[in-house]
């Protein structure tokens, strides 16, 4: 495979360039302190989940919770996306989500929650994601005023996301492990607002068609699957996207075991540190090395999305694309190997998720008609979050009767063999623009 030439390289200039569209700055920076609250929810539900039950199979249950309505919402959702203001979708979407994460809040607070609760709010927040994430992806395009600068508004969305993870789960960490997880919960309620408020202030947007009576979901949907069936490239770029959800994103979903049994001995120098230093009190140390690890992931995908915002227009993205298809899972197998807590913060610097995803993401936005955009990207966020949660659940069950290390690792080495397996097979992919 050769290696992609100078002129085709990430370039710093080009990184910003999606924020001279003021409605995409407004999004960009409500998004950003949405999203270190929405981080620190997800950290700290991981942590109250493990905490009540000990259990990684609960851990992928509640992964897998989000997945009954993703099916049947994130199709709608996209339909949805392609006849009506996106803005307003996004908007209920997220004032949707902002009330479930105070619903959660109150009942961790009061003492009164239950993983059943847990359980009946996740099927609760991932309708409202299957609605909100493909009229969000299908928004961007509006919010740039067209696909010149597509790439750096994915590439910088993708950036406020992982910076986000590298700051709501170290936050997240620290307010677990010294106050408890109510008030995480309730963080993540209120940063909501910044994003609502972004959505309020954006002016001069394009006008959708008035939607119409006769228009049938399934033969609008039905559009949309033939022309995905008709592109080979895109069919490619979604298995991508589905194999490495489900074999090697699921790491993630048992950092928490990592935290508590394979790392902590290493990691018990740093708490002893700072529980010594009198800068913190910990009620449960774990959580803190579980929010570090967390972090790290995000630090390395910051770096990541930001490398995808700086392609030049000319840029061959298929091939930075085949070099993410391979780097992430092999990354992967080294922290299922790693018994360093420092090593394994190294490593996970270095995985590459966010690079693979956010460039498939790119390379299919910029193939789709604008009639299609919302259908189509409803077919990827379902595979993306269909997979994901299926490989959370599967990596739970398995981390239980395996060990955590090698379920993250074997998933990894079959991922990394698919990579492999598209490279031959495909290579009119990794010379896609």
């Known amino acids: 495979m050769s290696r992609p030439n100078p002129a085709q390289r990430p370039h710093p200039a080009a990184t910003f360039r999606a924020l001279r569209h003021r409605n995409f700055r407004l999004f960009f920076f409500g998004q950003l302190v949405s999203l270190v609250g929405t981080w620190m929810q997800t950290i700290a539900q991981q942590w109250l989940v493990y905490r009540l039950t000990g259990s990684a199979t609960m851990l992928g249950l509640v992964s897998l919770a989000g997945l009954i309505p993703?099916?049947?919402?994130?199709?709608?959702?996209?339909?949805?996306?392609?006849?009506?203001?996106?803005?307003?979708?996004?908007?209920?979407?997220?004032?949707?989500?902002?009330?479930?994460?105070?619903?959660?809040?109150?009942?961790?607070?009061?003492?009164?929650?239950?993983?059943?609760?847990?359980?009946?709010?996740?099927?609760?927040?991932?309708?409202?994601?299957?609605?909100?994430?493909?009229?969000?992806?299908?928004?961007?395009?509006?919010?740039?005023?067209?696909?010149?600068?597509?790439?750096?508004?994915?590439?910088?969305?993708?950036?406020?996301?992982?910076?986000?993870?590298?700051?709501?789960?170290?936050?997240?960490?620290?307010?677990?492990?010294?106050?408890?997880?109510?008030?995480?919960?309730?963080?993540?309620?209120?940063?909501?607002?910044?994003?609502?408020?972004?959505?309020?202030?954006?002016?001069?947007?394009p006008e959708n068609p008035p939607p119409t009576r006769t228009v049938r979901l399934g033969a609008h949907l039905g559009e949309a699957v033939g022309y995905v069936r008709s592109q080979q490239a895109v069919l490619v770029l979604l298995s991508l996207v589905a194999v490495s959800a489900f074999l090697s994103m699921p790491y993630t979903t048992l950092l928490p075991v990592f935290a508590q049994d394979v790392l902590r001995e290493s990691a018990q120098p740093l708490i002893d540190f700072l529980s010594t230093s009198g800068w913190f009190t910990f009620q449960d140390p774990d959580a803190l090395i579980y929010g570090l690890l967390m972090a790290a992931t995000g630090v390395g995908a910051v770096v990541g999305a930001l490398a995808v915002a700086s392609l030049p227009a000319n840029a061959r993205r298929g091939r930075w694309l085949t070099l993410c298809n391979l780097g992430f899972p092999a990354l992967v197998v080294g922290v299922a190997l790693s018994q360093s807590f420092a090593l394994t913060l190294v490593l996970l610097v270095g995985v590459t998720y966010v690079t693979q995803n956010a460039l498939a993401n790119t390379m299919i936005q910029l193939a789709v008609p604008d009639a299609l955009r919302g259908r189509v990207m409803s077919f990827y966020s379902l595979t993306f979050q269909f997979m994901m949660r299926l490989g959370g659940m599967q990596a739970g069950v398995m981390g239980d009767a395996v060990g955590a290390p090698l379920t993250v690792g074997l998933g990894a080495a079959l991922c990394l063999a698919y990579g492999a397996f598209v490279a031959w097979r495909y290579p009119h992919v990794r010379n896609m623009a």
């Open 70 to 205: 993703l099916v049947p919402m994130s199709l709608w959702g996209g339909s949805l996306a392609d006849r009506f203001a996106k803005r307003r979708i996004v908007l209920v979407a997220q004032t949707v989500m902002m009330l479930l994460a105070f619903v959660l809040a109150a009942l961790t607070w009061t003492g009164t929650v239950e993983v059943w609760h847990v359980l009946v709010l996740a099927v609760a927040l991932g309708a409202a994601n299957a609605v909100d994430i493909p009229a969000r992806q299908a928004f961007i395009v509006e919010m740039v005023e067209g696909k010149q600068d597509l790439t750096s508004a994915i590439g910088l969305n993708s950036t406020i996301f992982n910076a986000a993870r590298a700051v709501g789960p170290a936050v997240a960490g620290i307010a677990v492990a010294t106050t408890g997880e109510a008030g995480a919960f309730f963080i993540n309620g209120v940063t909501f607002l910044a994003v609502i408020a972004s959505l309020f202030l954006m002016r001069d947007l």
